[in-house]
């Protein structure tokens, strides 16, 4: 499976990365079809877009993606939307395939499990906090497991593609709660899709996450 730190070291054009795994592998979690568009329409789309709205912009061709999301401020204003939507996308996206990739652990190990330990008190805490952040989120947006410099770990929830690097904080865990993530086959349905896919994870993905 693909390794977000890859893809946020991506520097102009951007590349969709191949998903890793068959779109059929984390049934019935996702199914087959959501996954397909999702990762190949979808994704693809975000960075088709951002390469197109980077593409008369050289001065930023040398950032990586996520130096361009950590530092939106540095990015010239006309361009600041494409990167924050775009790249946001790009970068939610790559950690979100990483995190459903199958197989690895179904519960946290290690120095993470440690952490969500002491700042949550126990893995179901912590489940039962990122599934109000998923249901809480109005409109289309993410539900996070994040770290920030001092290695504490809390939950929280964006809008859109908005992305937790842009606050200086290391994304864990991340739940897609925009509609094409879910509509196929769980309709509006979204606290059912929660549990599939808080039920899919993989720790070690998300092990190498908080290790980042």
């Known amino acids: 499976p ?16 191949p998903l890793g795994y068959a779109n059929s592998a984390v049934e019935p979690a996702v199914d087959a079809q959501t996954m397909q568009l999702h990762h190949d329409k979808h994704h693809a789309s975000y960075v088709e877009s951002l390469n197109k709205a980077l593409a008369s912009r050289p001065t ?76 809480s989120q109005f409109g289309s947006g993410w539900a996070w497991l994040v770290r920030n410099k001092d290695g504490k770990l809390s939950v929280k929830s964006t809008p859109n593609q908005d992305t937790p690097i842009s606050e200086g904080l290391t994304p864990v865990l991340a739940i897609d709660v925009w509609e094409h993530a879910y509509y196929l086959k769980y309709q509006n349905r979204r606290e059912a899709y929660l549990d599939a896919v808080l039920g899919a994870m993989n720790w070690d993905a998300a092990s190498t996450a908080y290790a980042g």
Do not use: C
Request: charged share 15%.
């Open 60 to 135: 930023l061709h040398d950032k990586s993606l996520k130096e361009l999301l950590s530092g939106l401020s540095d990015v010239p204003t006309e361009a600041r939307d494409a990167v924050r939507n775009h790249g946001g996308g790009h970068a939610n996206h790559a950690l979100f395939w990483m995190l459903l990739a199958p197989g690895g652990q179904k519960s946290p190990q290690g120095a993470l499990a440690s952490a969500i330990t002491r700042d949550f008190g126990s893995h179901a805490s912590l489940m039962n906090a990122l599934k109000n952040a998923g249901l």
């Open 2 to 17: 693909l390794q977000t730190t890859n893809v946020l070291a991506q520097r102009y054009p951007f590349t969709l990365p």
